[in-house]
């Protein structure tokens, strides 16, 4: 079935050092891919979607652009901040049964941010 | 103010009772869904709905149902509760079905400790 891999658990960085964050997939098809953040005791919210047209969606300074050829979906960010800290999970949209569709997550990565 | 309100947002209950978390969204979305977040298992997908309809269901113990008395209601019963069914519960929900790469929007989650 479908799947999501996120390699690191914990990614410890000092502020201002670059972002990256690694998500891979396995997909029968062609899956949007997306990025969730959920800070401490909040609900996770979307932080970036992928386009069907290859454009690189961004937001807060975060990017991600979808590989195909490599099944990737990596998150990056050019110099994190403090309030970066947070867990990011990667996740793809999955046919479902039934014509409904619903998202598989990754095990998520824990990112501190410390100055 | 919150589009997706979850109660109770926290509640102890005692091995072998019985549960009921509520959701209601008043984003206008078709789809609903409930994912558990624990240690063991982030956000773990267990049960989607279309238009009031059971779409899709990953929970493997007939302890959890779902129940849609509204479109914008999903509620989730559990029952003969168990210290590993601790974990927060999130409700989502989405516009519309299908492979389209419809966003979830995520409930602030209820807690459940189990004792």
């Known amino acids: 079935g479908d799947s999501v891999t996120q390699t690191e658990g914990l990614v410890t960085l000092t502020e201002g050092l670059p972002v990256m964050l690694n998500c891979t997939y396995q997909?029968?098809?062609?899956?949007?891919l997306f990025w969730y953040v959920q800070h401490l005791n909040e609900a996770p919210k979307l932080l970036l979607k992928?386009?069907?047209?290859?454009k690189r969606p961004e937001h807060q300074g975060f990017h991600a652009t979808l590989h195909k050829s490599s099944s990737s979906f990596h998150l990056q960010k050019s110099s994190a901040q403090l309030s970066d800290s947070a867990l990011y999970y990667c996740?793809?949209?999955?046919?479902?049964?039934?014509?409904?569709?619903?998202?598989?997550f990754g095990e998520g990565t824990k990112l501190t941010v410390s100055s | 103010d919150p589009k997706i309100i979850q109660k109770p947002k926290y509640l102890v209950a005692v091995t072998g009772s019985e549960k009921i978390l509520i959701c209601e969204q008043y984003?206008?979305?078709?789809?609903m869904y409930w994912y558990r977040q624990s240690a063991k298992k982030p956000l773990e997908f267990m049960f989607s709905y279309s238009y009031q309809k059971l779409m899709d269901n990953q929970t493997a113990s007939s302890r959890f149902q779902p129940q849609s008395s509204k479109k914008n209601h999903l509620d989730l019963q559990i029952t003969a509760l168990k210290p590993d069914d601790s974990a927060t519960y999130f409700c989502a929900s989405s516009q519309g079905q299908g492979n389209s790469g419809n966003t979830l929007y995520f409930g602030e989650g209820s807690r459940l400790i189990v004792v």
């Open positions: 997909s029968t098809y062609s899956p949007f």
């Open positions: 996740a793809l949209s999955d046919r479902g049964q039934g014509g409904s569709a619903k998202l598989i």
């Open positions: 992928s386009f069907t047209d290859n």
């Open positions: 984003l206008g979305h078709n789809a």
